[in-house]
């Protein structure tokens, strides 16, 4: 009876230990969909990270600017490329995913021409926030008088985005927005 014990207890033990093995493995390699997984989450998390210390240091810069324009579009900026950077690298480390994103090069042309003629509003206003941000006929903080279909009204840039800029009006004490391709066609 001991000796079956035995043998069973072993066969138990020798099991757990090559399924842990197993799941160690598993877990690491980015061939396995949990491993895929895994390496998805870890890149998530750093890019989070990354992206969180970036807009803690436009905050600290903020306070020794005068105009946070540039600093706003570039803090923008440099999150999207950590999140951008960080894809591209888990996509290159699963190879399931370096083979579609293989494949898809080559439709690319024509889906760039596509997604060109159907978004020209806005890559109109990504290129006028891009404007406003290097030439700077407005700031945050600028007064400026627009005109609308109540007539015309004064308000206090708030934000300048590249697809939006916000103001706060004077006159009504509202929060509003209009496109940015709007201001490049002002100016």
């Known amino acids: 009876m001991r000796i079956g014990l035995n043998i069973v207890s072993r066969l ?25 997984v895994v390496w998805g989450a870890v890149f998530l998390i750093i890019a989070l990270l990354l992206a969180a210390a970036v807009r803690r240091f436009a905050r600290q810069m903020e306070f020794r600017l005068s105009d946070v324009t540039g600093l706003r579009f570039a803090s923008a900026l440099a999150q999207v490329l950590v999140y951008l950077a960080s894809f591209l690298l888990y996509a290159h480390l ?14 690319v042309s024509v889906v760039s021409v596509v997604l060109g003629l159907a978004a020209q509003n806005t890559l109109g206003n990504l290129v006028a926030g891009v404007a406003l941000v290097l ?19 004064t308000a206090t840039v708030m934000q300048i985005s590249l697809g939006y800029t916000r103001f706060f009006v004077m006159q009504t004490g509202a929060r509003s927005s209009c496109p940015t391709v709007l201001w490049q066609i002002a100016w």
């Open 94 to 107: 699963v190879p399931e995913l370096r083979a579609l994103g293989t494949a898809l090069l080559a439709g």
């Open 12 to 36: 138990v033990n020798e099991t757990m230990n090559n399924l842990l093995n197993a799941v160690r493995t598993d877990l690491l390699d980015p061939t396995h969909v949990i491993g895929a």
């Open 135 to 153: 030439y700077r006929p407005i700031r945050v903080g600028d007064n400026v008088q627009l005109t609308s279909p109540k007539g015309l009204i």
